[in-house]
């Protein structure tokens, strides 16, 4: 039995993870079902946006340790492969074309938060919190957290946060960059976005991710040759197309 809901809404696919008895703590049945779910989606052609939730309080409470880690007296190596494949169930959504947003309506610890990280963009309720708390129970940061984190913060706002390891509120959050935008309806915001980013060209949103992802990487040359190429691509889409005709009244 599936452990998500995958709903339409339009072009936007909403991925809700769904054991709200279990505050959509990470199991290997929950993992499976986002892995599934993800797949489902880079297959979808009419997929334009994904916006990633959670049903209930929470939003994801991060892994149900001993289900994912089972026995810790396993060689190094054996655990290393396991997490591994425990990060590779959601950290798709990361190399996903289309746009992505995470709609945080509750706590999002440790794993949890990752998923939120691995979207482009970051909606919290206001009483939400974001709990990259790994630290503070002994256990070094894992599932992209590092890399994620650094995206958005830089790397010393990165070492202080995972040094802390505390829990921070939905203003801290915002204020440090890590999320966007605080709503009283998170889920109803990021359908809100999602659906105006899957009004655009897709070809368009999937090369701004594109170029995005080459700043960040690569060099200044690297950046102009990609965005000539894409911008040139663009000149010829129809969206541009009706632009000019309605600007030139052609």
Known sequence: MSKVTLESHGDVRVL??????????LNWSLLDSIKSA????????DARALVVTGAGRAFCAGADLETVFGDRTRPIRVLRDQ???MYESFLGIV?????????????AVGAGLNIALACDLIITSPKATLAPTF???GLHPGGGCTWLLNQRIGPALTKKILFDGQSLDADTALALGISQEINDD??????????NWAGKSPTV??????????????????????????QADSLRSAEFELFVSRFTGS
């Open 135 to 137: 630290s503070s129970i």
């Open 186 to 195: 998170p889920l109803a915001r990021a359908i809100e976005i999602a659906s």
């Open 38 to 45: 993800v797949k489902n989606i880079e297959e979808d052609r």
């Open 205 to 230: 949103m999937r090369d701004i991710k594109s170029s995005v992802a080459i700043a960040r990487d690569g060099s200044l040359e690297e950046s102009v040759d990609f965005e000539a190429l894409a």
């Open 83 to 85: 997490l591994k494949a």
């Open 95 to 107: 190399e996903l074309s289309i746009p992505t947003v995470a709609a945080v309506n509750g706590p």
């Open 16 to 25: 809700t993870l769904d054991s709200p008895e279990h505050l959509n703590a």
